[in-house]
């Protein structure tokens, strides 16, 4: 839908999710299969902020960022996933102006917080592998209470800026986003003004929340395995790698459906690659909130 402005210009007011509109076929099977992962997803996480919450043991450094992990994933998948689902069961999905700004700041918000805290939870392994007698002093609770709060704060600031940037932009038509949620790439695809100021800050935040981070936990790791490998009984090593055996395959398949989709130019962008990327990411999550139920998650 569009209407006019006092310049006489056409702006857009509602944008259409195209989704997976080109394979109706597969919309029993796709509304089935997001339908199941959001709910597993979704329950999985509130039982971990529960018993996290509600277990004394539990009440340590690694489980305190899984907490925050699990609240990041419900604000991240809630705010995609009902349009998402909406979509598969409508001949068209339409999404308000300001229904596609709000998504786009919670999607980037969580999704910006997720990786910080995969990197912050990693320095918790290094922390406890590498220095196990001064751990408690590492990550005292004052410390940690600071890292999840600057977490919270540097990525709602990162989100609220690349909302502000996407809102000062014009879209005049067409208005057809070429996938099930709003995200930064299509939309700026769509717009009939500059968007020069809007890649740059998407290559520094891609540069930042994927390539720095993940290097960041690449240099966490090194370290654990170089300690790993100098313990001398094979049971402290097992017991050593089962503290951050969990860790270790959620950062992969994160990174994995990130690097994919996003750490690209905007000019480059797949509308394909895009849709495969964010179901990957969709994934991930029941997998995040499975893992705890059949790993010992991470000893503290």
């Known amino acids: 839908m569009v209407s006019r402005t006092m310049s006489n210009q056409t702006m857009v007011t509602e944008f259409i999710l195209q989704g997976f509109s080109e394979h109706p076929e597969h919309h029993v099977l796709l509304f ?4 199941s992962l959001y709910s597993v997803a979704l329950t999985g996480n509130v039982l971990i902020i529960l018993t996290i919450s509600f277990n004394p043991g539990l009440h340590t450094p690694m489980y305190f960022f899984l907490s925050n992990l699990a609240t990041m994933d419900i604000i991240c998948t809630s705010s995609i996933m009902p349009k998402a689902l909406e979509g598969l069961v409508s001949e068209r999905s339409f999404i308000s102006y300001g229904g596609c700004m709000a998504q786009l700041y ?9 990786l910080l805290l995969l990197t912050v939870m990693a320095y918790d392994r290094y922390a406890a592998i590498c220095h196990p007698l001064h751990y408690r002093t590492m990550m005292s609770k004052a410390f940690c209470s600071m890292l999840a709060t600057g977490v919270w704060v540097l990525c709602a600031s990162n989100a609220a800026i690349h909302t502000g940037l996407m809102l000062r932009l014009n879209f005049c038509g067409p208005n057809v986003i070429t996938h099930f949620f709003c995200e930064a790439p299509p939309l700026l695809l769509l717009s009939c003004s500059s968007t020069y100021v809007n890649s740059v800050m998407i290559v520094l935040a891609d540069a930042f929340y994927g390539i720095l981070n993940f290097l960041m936990t690449l240099v966490s790791y090194g370290f654990i395995i170089s300690s790993i490998l100098k313990m001398r009984t094979s049971e402290g090593k097992q017991k050593a790698f089962s503290t951050c055996s969990s860790h270790l395959i959620v950062v992969c398949m994160y990174y994995t459906s990130v690097f994919y989709a996003y750490i690209s130019p905007v000019s480059s962008y797949s509308a394909e690659k895009s849709k495969v990327a964010g179901v990957l990411y969709t994934i ?16 503290s």
């Open 32 to 35: 089935s299969c997001f339908l």
């Open 106 to 114: 919670f999607l980037i918000w969580s999704a910006s917080s997720e």
């Open 284 to 299: 991930n999550k029941e997998v995040k909130a499975a893992l705890p139920k059949f790993f010992p998650f991470f000893r």
